[in-house]
């Protein structure tokens, strides 16, 4: 059975960090496939934010993100992590992770089919 857990969300100020995790429950849950992160605002349709291959090798970022949040992988621990500096307050949503099928890297195409409950960040301006 598939299972994913998020944390590390909050409510912080503008310019603050937060970094966000996903442990997978089972041995291959998170290790043995690729990973991303999107997030889903009130009122807005889920977005992409990042993807992670299995070996951590390529990654992948939204726009709105790029040069800001950085993701990797501890496939020792099967966790991934979204680190995000410099929030801004459009960047307020509930965040989930999920796994990946199906990638297309190079038109930055992600599809999650299993996903986790969510962690809810706020950034008050």
């Known amino acids: 059975q598939v299972q994913l857990v998020e944390s590390g969300g909050g409510l912080v100020q503008a310019g603050a960090s937060l970094r966000l995790s996903c442990t997978g429950s089972g041995r291959t849950t998170v290790s043995s496939n690729d990973m991303g992160w999107f997030r889903q605002a009130p009122g807005k349709e889920r977005e992409f934010v990042a993807a992670?291959?299995?070996?951590?090798?390529?990654?992948s970022y939204a726009d709105s993100v790029k040069g800001r949040f950085t993701i990797s992988r501890d496939n020792a621990k099967n966790t991934v992590y979204l680190q995000m500096n410099s929030l801004k307050p459009e960047d307020t949503a509930l965040y989930y992770c999920?796994?990946?099928?199906?990638?297309?890297?190079?038109?930055?195409?992600?599809?999650?089919?299993?996903w986790g409950q969510g962690t809810q960040v706020t950034v008050s301006s």
């Open positions: 992670i291959n299995w070996s951590g090798g390529s990654t």
């Open positions: 999920a796994v990946l099928v199906g990638s297309s890297w190079s038109s930055k195409s992600f599809k999650g089919i299993y």
